[in-house]
């Protein structure tokens, strides 16, 4: 048993190393093929990362000599945390606007509808019925506005801007988590250089002034992974809270769960490296109560939406099948489709809807052929991880609603770099692609490290690769969008971090 997890954990890393090396491969390719969302980069990944690697050659041997003359790093770490929070609040306040899509079209009208104690059936018919995941999201908002509304700090135009800040604490928080299980797993300095890499990368990120599922869940696979890699924790409270995490984050945005199964995969493998059947025992206890918790809290909660009027109706829900179906779509390039939704909504029962859904996959696959869904496959992976801002400006009806704002000081600057229109804007573009190249590229360097280092079975970083390998497999298979990569930055950047370890002792 012993051998075989091993052998597992072996072909978990030889797996990573693939997907890091197909990401790679794409994106130095990517300038000559034709993609959906495709962006035309001023400077290319090849060049990129040929600058990243003399980034990293030289903050190598400058940091080797560098002694970081701090007593207490937590208080310097909650400090930073501290002003940069304040920063990103003031910076989001300046180019705040209002988007359109499911967040300005739906999510946002259905969260003001129930604070102004309206009526939503409308909103659930034309939309809700099809998609009901964001009705969770919409209670949250309704939550945070009515808070809001209770303190009168933001009003009027700025409403939203209350969602915002909350969008600012998840990306610190997610931050901090970072930092704290690298300081701990790894060194303290390590873990300032990948915590400052976050800071730029999902702090000053634009996606926090979206009031969409992208931002609010960043916190969910981070804070799962840091419950599970925090040996302190009560193993009752640990399962237990992982789980609990895991549900809300899928009720949200499905994604979340990848880091859950990573989870119960490694557990699986910590058990035949010699676990005892009494750890099995206290840990199958906890999922199977903190289950049946879970089970009964969905019930408890539909019959709150359905008196507000967001009524359930399982022949409208668009079920994996369809996404599937979406995520293999040549016109669109595996992108939302029209005439994908088209096609599922014609369809009267769920039944009718599954079995429309399976043929067109049937056929298209057949059309395609081994080789050409290869090659859509590669294409999908650009769309995905070519895109070091997530698709920012790539989503309909993008700048919905922008407020005149313009006697804000440094407005009109922050204005410039990050709206997609702005003078700036191709520079913080490229910055933003330059920093996930560089990531992307110390990934494969460090999955290689993992496999040929020949170290014992770290479960910490176990659970980081089959996150990468779900989410990328996820995104393969179900509708391309480089924004849902994003909730999953800080596990990139955390097996990153994990990989710069010295020790050959399991985690």
């Known amino acids: 048993m012993k051998k075989i997890s091993e052998w597992l954990y072996r072909i978990i890393n030889v797996i990573t190393i693939f997907i890091f090396t197909w990401i790679l491969t794409v994106l130095c390719l990517g300038k000559y093929v034709d993609y959906a969302c495709k962006v035309d980069w001023k400077i290319g990944n090849i060049a990129l990362l040929i600058i ?24 310097m770490v909650f400090s930073v945390a501290a002003i940069f929070l304040v920063c990103q609040i003031y910076i989001f306040y300046c180019i705040f606007f209002e988007t359109g899509w499911d967040s300005g079209g739906f999510v946002i009208p259905a969260a003001r509808t129930l604070l102004a104690k309206g009526d939503v059936s409308n909103l659930n018919e034309a939309y809700f019925k099809t998609y009901p995941n964001n009705v969770l999201l919409v209670h949250i908002y309704y939550l945070i ?84 890699m925090n040996e302190k924790i009560n193993v009752y409270i640990k399962y237990s809270s992982i789980l609990i995490l895991g549900y809300i984050g899928y009720s949200i945005k499905p994604q979340a769960v990848i ?9 699986i493998i910590r058990y035949m490296q010699g676990g005892t059947d009494k750890d099995i ?40 099948t369809h996404f599937v179906m979406m995520g293999m779509n040549e016109k669109s390039g595996g992108i939302w489709s029209g005439e994908d939704v088209a096609i599922s909504a014609e369809c009267k029962t769920s039944r009718e809807r599954t079995q429309t859904n399976v043929k067109v996959l049937k056929k298209r696959l057949k059309k395609y052929g081994w080789n050409g869904y290869l090659k859509f496959l590669s294409k999908k992976m650009l769309t995905n991880y070519n895109d070091g801002t997530f698709a920012w400006g790539r989503e ?26 702005g003078k700036y804007y191709k520079y913080f573009s490229t910055m933003g692609q330059f920093l996930w190249v560089l990531m992307l590229g110390t990934g494969w360097y460090v999955s290689i490290k993992e496999f040929i280092g020949k170290r014992n079975i770290n479960y910490g970083v176990s659970v980081m690769e089959l996150s990468i390998i779900g989410i990328t497999l996820f995104e393969l298979l179900f509708e391309a969008r480089a924004r849902y990569i994003y909730l999953y930055v800080p596990i990139f950047a955390l097996f990153v971090l994990m990989g710069m370890r010295k020790d050959k002792n399991c985690v």
């Not at 990293?56 to 208080?75: A, E, Q």
């Not at 880091?259 to 557990?267: K, N, P, S, Y």
């Not at 309909?396 to 229109?421: E, M, Q, R």
Request: glycine share 8%; net charge positive.
């Open 281 to 320: 025992r206290k840990i199958a206890g906890t999922i199977v109560i903190t289950m049946i918790v879970i089970f009964m809290f969905p019930n408890g909660l539909q019959k709150i939406y359905q008196k507000e009027g967001f009524v359930k109706d399982k022949n409208r829900e668009f079920g994996i």
């Open 145 to 228: 506005l009515k808070i809001n509304e209770k303190i009168g700090i933001f009003k009027g135009t700025y409403q939203l801007m209350a969602i915002v800040v909350c969008n600012c604490f998840v990306s610190s928080l997610s931050c901090l988590m970072v930092y704290f299980i690298g300081e701990k797993k790894v060194s303290g300095k390590c873990a300032w250089i990948i915590y400052i890499w976050m800071l730029i990368v999902t702090g000053l990120s634009p996606w926090n002034v979206i009031c969409y599922s992208d931002a609010m869940v960043l916190f969910f696979p981070i804070s799962i992974a840091y419950i599970y």
């Open 396 to 421: 309909g009806s993008f700048y919905y609603i922008v407020p005149d704002n313009s006697k804000i000081k440094l407005s009109h600057t922050l204005k410039n770099i990050y709206y997609n229109d």
């Open 52 to 75: 990243g690697i003399g980034f990293v050659y030289i903050l190598k041997k400058v940091s080797g000599n560098i002694r970081i003359p701090i007593n207490n790093h937590h208080m």
């Open 259 to 267: 880091v859950v199964i990573a989870i119960v995969l490694t557990e």
